[in-house]
């Protein structure tokens, strides 16, 4: 112990001060990925944009919460009122909670960023095909052309394009 009775150099403070570091690591990836956007426009449902935006939440208030109780191992308030007072018998539970705490923290923002990886829907069946003379053409697959075409419904006609002739087909969200 110290002279001046600072519970400072009691193993479990050490090690707590070491947890609340990793803590505030954790805390400020769930403000970094708070602050990053997956695009303009969500490509889940709408249920899972909430889900998102509650696990981000949760993950938010379970950092605080588990920030406080490793907090209050690592830097008690009681040992600077009487020198030499040991930690209290709630200590080691605090702090076991505390560390489960964060990584619960994380799993939660881990799912919170799901709703990034949904899979796109970009283009709604729209496509825009090129043609090596640097022809476009853009609109959405039309089942049942005969062999080696494809028909290509545009907002004012049906074409029928060889498959020769493209050069290159990607998927647009609008023509």
Known sequence: MQPDGLAATNPMAESAKGWHNIQLAVMGFIGLCGVL???QTPDGPQWL???????AGLAFVSSLLSTWMVGSVAFPLYGFTTPGEAMPASAPGRLRGGIVMTFLSIVAMVLASVSGWWPSSAGDGKVELKDARGGVACGEMVDGAPAGTVWLQTSDRLLKIEIGAISQMSPVSSC
Not at 49 to 55: I, L, N, T, Y
């Open 49 to 55: 944009e909430w889900w998102s935006a509650g696990m």
């Open 37 to 39: 956007s997956m695009g």
